[in-house]
């Protein structure tokens, strides 16, 4: 059995995780009010994180999957990350702050570009990617980003990542059948 059949037996202890991650990232590390201020691209990222995660669970409990719309989600979270650093650099930073934080933008849409259309597991190890090195790297090192904001996408980012992995072998399967098909 491979590791991403493997993996994807962890689907339901995966989702547990990520909710667990949002609770945590969204109803201890920020000020109270931090998440309803809708000025702050930091909020709006807490939103599209939840309303993500919501929909990736209803469209499990559908009784047929739609692959499509599933991919589709993972690759948007992931493209959409580096833009809300963009956000908060032009809201309150500097030229080379916003020119920092646009150099990440080419790196997470062309990942999420490959994983949509080439390998689906690329767009979780994206996902964890960013959390593990952009958010680590602004921990303490962005004053034009929220403090709590960092940690908090840190700890969804590995959750969701680890979610996206654990459904890796259910989207690479109509690939190599598509392949498969148009080799014939």
Avoid: N
Wanted: hydrophobic share 55%; glycine share 8%.
């Amino acid at each position: 059995m491979g590791i991403m059949a493997k993996l994807q037996r962890l689907e339901p202890f995966a989702f547990v995780l990520l909710f667990m991650a949002l609770y945590y990232a969204f109803g201890f590390l920020p000020p109270r009010s931090a998440v309803f201020d809708l000025s702050a691209p930091e909020a709006h990222a807490a939103w599209a994180s939840i309303a993500v995660s919501v929909a990736l669970r209803l469209l499990r409990s559908l009784p047929r999957r739609r692959l499509r719309l599933e991919r589709l989600l993972y690759a948007l979270f992931l493209a959409g990350m580096p833009f809300i650093y963009v956000a908060a650099a032009l809201k309150s930073g500097s030229g080379p702050d916003v020119a920092r934080e646009l150099a990440g933008v080419p790196v997470y849409v062309g990942l999420a570009l490959f994983g949509y259309f080439r390998s689906f597991p690329v767009l979780g190890i994206g996902i964890a990617a960013h959390g593990l090195g952009w958010d680590l790297w602004h921990q303490g090192a962005a004053p034009y980003i929220a403090s709590w904001y960092p940690l908090a996408c840190l700890v969804i980012d590995l959750a969701m990542g680890l979610l996206a992995l654990t459904q890796a072998s259910a989207h690479e399967a109509p690939d190599e059948m598509q392949r498969s098909a148009a080799g014939s």
